[in-house]
């Protein structure tokens, strides 16, 4: 079982899972690539240089 509640600038997240760490990785790793797609399809060029800019300086094998 979970639900979710995506608003402005944080979500709400209510989650039962056997194994919750796996099933936590995988929901937000499958939301930031569908973030990233959407606004790369939709030249939301401001918006990802500033992601660009906020990648932690020893993350490496990522755009963003």
Do not use: C, W
């Amino acid at each position: 079982m979970d639900t979710f509640v995506i608003l402005e600038n944080h979500i709400h997240f209510i989650a039962q899972a056997p194994r919750l760490d796996k099933g936590l990785h995988s929901f937000k790793s499958y939301t930031a690539r569908q973030l990233l797609d959407y606004l790369e399809a939709n030249q939301a060029i401001r918006l990802l240089k500033q992601f660009r800019f906020a990648k932690k300086a020893h993350k490496h094998d990522r755009e963003y």
